[in-house]
């Protein structure tokens, strides 16, 4: 039997990451809980549901948050659109998010509504307030890029693997607007595998704990369902009824990904496409199809 995708099943390895500096960092980030005056947190809008960790609800309960679907430049507009009406429906403040090229103003404009409240207590009592936000999400979402982006300036360590930031990191934007950065936090068993492959495929789970073959056949098998023409064009696929395996082998033809014998290089090829994908060279595609109720 295949799935959605015309995946077929088999004995697949468990997808689950929580290296010890995890368990560390929610430490980390409760502690700072109370000095923070609100929270933005930063999901992929590619897969806005599998990116949020769901430990985060408890953890931040009582703090005005802003929810953002980052990358939104790689994902499809017209299903961003529809999780936003999904997350609005149920009364979560969200918007999505270039976090290289976006506006910059609307984020600060946010800010202001979210601490708006407390900043106006304060001023009336003659204390002008240093505004101290919190900016969360899992590995690999963005959050250093898009601190540097609202700074101006290099100031937060950035990568394009997951775990760059190990630790707490105050940036101050302005003498009244302090942003913390905060290691990318998982949580500790991811039970839906779906979800788990979703966020290995973004690079959120380190590639070196995955089987990278199986998981760029389930990216390549995801967009001959959705979007089969990236695919054919991008890697000369002659043979778009190929599946699976055969499918990886004829992107990896189609690329001269070719070894001694005229063998196909499929771990080579795996690499590169899972790269390409993340780097948004296949084009804007969502993994995650908002519910229904988001229609309405």
């Known amino acids: ?15 689950n990451w929580y290296p ?9 980030l409760q502690e700072q809980i109370s000095r923070t005056d609100a929270v933005i947190e930063l999901c992929d809008a590619r897969i806005p549901l599998a990116s949020r ?40 403040k969200c918007l999505s998010y270039n976090g290289i090229r976006g506006n910059i103003r609307v984020i600060l ?23 101290r936000i919190m900016i969360v999400g899992i590995p690999n979402v963005g959050k250093s890029t ?10 937060a360590r950035t990568g394009d693997r997951p775990g760059v930031t190990r630790s707490n990191q105050w940036v101050k934007i302005n003498p009244y607007l302090e942003l913390l950065d905060t290691p990318g936090l998982l949580w500790p068993k991811i039970e839906n595998q779906s979800d788990a492959k ?45 599946d699976n395996e055969e499918l990886l082998t004829e992107a990896c ?19 590169v496409i899972l790269d390409e994908f993340r780097a948004g060279k296949l084009g804007a595609v969502s993994l995650q199809r908002a519910p229904e109720e988001a229609e309405a």
């Not at 404009?109 to 505004?131: C, H, M, N, P, Q």
């Not at 982006?149 to 290099?154: C, D, E, L, N, P």
């Not at 990904?257 to 005229?262: E, P, Y």
Request: hydrophobic fraction near 40%; proline fraction near 3%.
């Open 146 to 155: 898009f601190i540097n982006r609202i700074s101006g300036s290099v100031m």
């Open 198 to 242: 979703c966020l290995a495929l973004i690079g959120t789970i380190n590639d070196q704990v995955i089987d990278q073959q199986a998981m760029a056949i389930e990216l390549l098998m995801r967009f001959k369902t959705v979007r089969p023409e990236a695919i054919e064009t991008r890697f000369h696929i002659r043979n778009m009824d190929a």
């Open 109 to 131: 404009d946010k800010i202001d509504e979210l601490t708006r409240e407390k900043v106006e207590a304060l001023a009336k009592r003659g204390v002008r307030k240093t505004v």
């Open 1 to 15: 039997m295949m799935d959605e995708y015309g995946i077929v099943p088999g004995k697949e390895r468990q997808i």
């Open 53 to 92: 960790n769901p430990d985060l609800d408890a953890m931040l309960s009582g703090k005005p948050r802003l929810l953002v679907l980052n990358k939104a430049d790689l994902a499809d507009p017209e299903e961003t659109r529809r999780w936003l009406a999904f997350f609005r429906k149920q009364g979560q």
């Open 253 to 271: 033809r189609g690329r001269g990904w070719i070894v001694a014998r005229g063998e196909v290089d499929t771990d080579r090829g795996a690499s």
């Open 20 to 28: 010890g500096h995890m368990a560390k960092s929610k430490r980390l």
